[in-house]
């Protein structure tokens, strides 16, 4: 009966749950997705193969989003801005690459975009560290 009266203990994290929940490899594997379709597509002339391609391709770029965007509002806290300061500016680019990547089949928006995947997984494993 007496834990019943006492207040819940505090829990402190640095993240919504304790770090080792998020990663940006998820992006990355989505966004390699969305390179390798883009290359079998331009690779096709069946139509029937190339819709459905596309189809899956515009599923992952926006999965890329959606793990981007978890990143980026559960996990960078202010003090990574501070440190960081063109973190927002990627990651703003970033998924609109992923965007972009919806409306093209151009490999080279995908590189970009997984170009863009690594700056953003260096600075996170380097907040890690600290």
């Known amino acids: ?12 994290a ?6 080792g929940v998020y990663d940006p490899a998820q992006a990355r594997i989505e966004a390699e997705s969305v390179k390798a379709i883009m290359e079998r597509y ?7 193969y190339q ?3 596309i189809t899956i391709k ?3 770029a926006d999965l890329v989003k959606h793990h981007l965007w978890v990143l980026w ?20 680019k970033t998924t609109k690459l992923a965007g972009q990547s919806k ?9 970009k975009l997984l170009g863009n995947i690594a700056e953003i997984d260096k600075i ?7």
């Open 51 to 53: 819709t459905r391609a």
């Open 103 to 111: 409306q093209t089949t151009d490999v080279t928006v995908a590189e």
């Open 14 to 19: 640095h993240c919504d749950l304790p770090c």
């Open 1 to 12: 009966m007496l834990d019943q009266l006492r207040p819940p203990a505090a829990v402190h």
């Open 58 to 60: 515009e599923q992952r």
């Open 42 to 48: 331009n690779a096709s002339d069946d139509p029937a």
């Open 73 to 92: 509002t559960d996990y960078f806290k202010p003090e990574h801005l501070e440190k960081y300061p063109n973190l927002h500016d990627l990651f703003w």
């Open 124 to 130: 996170f494993w380097e907040t890690k560290k600290g």
